[in-house]
Nanobody, 126 residues
Framework: QVQLVESGGGLVQAGGSLRLSCSAS????????MGWYRQAPGKQRELVATIAGGVTTNYADSVKGRFTISIDNAKNTVYLQMNSLKPEDTAVYYC????????????????????WGQGTLVTVSS
C-alpha cells in the first residue's frame, strides 16, 4: 500500500512563507513524477508544480517566481517552498505521485500507479 503523507500547511499573513512536505511510504514504489495541486473553495483542483525525473520542473503561471518545488529522491519526499504568499493562494494543497509499483504480496507490477495525499490547508490572510 502506497501512501502520501503531507505536512506544513497552516495560516500565514500575505507576503509570508510556508514549506510543504510530502513523503511517499510503502515499498516497491518508484515515482517518476511528484507534484502539488490545489483546490480553493468553489473551484476545480489545479496544478501548482510538478517535478519529473527529479529534475524537470513545471509551474503554474500564477506561482512562477514565488514557489519552488524540489525533491529528495532518496527519501521519496517532495517539497514546495512558497514565498510571497497571496490571499488567492488559499486552498487545500494535495500531493500527487505517479510511477511504477511492484507488490511483493501479489506479484503485480503496475506501470502507471497514481497516488494522492489527503491534502493540507494553506490559509493566507490579507
Amino acid at each position: 500500500q502506497v501512501q502520501l503523507v503531507e505536512s506544513g500547511g497552516g495560516l500565514v499573513q500575505a507576503g509570508g512563507s510556508l514549506r510543504l512536505s510530502c513523503s511517499a511510504s510503502g515499498s516497491g514504489f518508484s515515482p517518476d513524477t511528484m507534484g502539488w495541486y490545489r483546490q480553493a473553495p468553489g473551484k476545480q483542483r489545479e496544478l501548482v508544480a510538478t517535478i519529473a525525473g527529479g529534475v524537470t520542473t513545471n509551474y503554474a503561471d500564477s506561482v512562477k517566481g514565488r514557489f519552488t518545488i524540489s525533491i529528495d529522491n532518496a527519501k521519496n519526499t517532495v517539497y514546495l517552498q512558497m514565498n510571497s504568499l497571496k490571499p488567492e493562494d488559499t486552498a487545500v494543497y494535495y500531493c500527487n505521485a505517479r510511477g511504477s509499483h511492484y507488490s511483493d504480496s501479489t506479484g503485480i507490477f503496475d506501470r502507471n500507479l497514481e497516488v494522492w495525499g489527503q491534502g493540507t490547508l494553506v490559509t493566507v490572510s490579507s
